[in-house]
């Protein structure tokens, strides 16, 4: 997984711990992770996101032309 997915996953949880706490923060993310899990509309969505972030930030740089 690329680095900014890592900070937005780790920013994202420690704004959750310190405004709702710890308990509140793993009570959400397991419940949001099984709702996901088990609604295809969200992981339509989960995917289409993902692709357009791979395709616009991560996409393979074209080949240096040899002279």
């Given at each position: ?32 992770i ?16 993902a ?17």
């Amino acid at each position: 997984m690329p680095r900014c997915a890592w900070l937005l996953i780790g920013s994202l949880l420690l704004i959750c711990n310190q405004t709702i706490g710890l308990p509140a923060t793993v009570d959400f993310l397991l419940a949001t992770i099984t709702w996901t899990a088990t609604t295809p509309a969200a992981l339509v969505i989960i995917a289409a996101l993902a692709a357009h972030h791979l395709l616009t930030y991560h996409a393979p740089r074209p080949a240096r032309a040899r002279h």
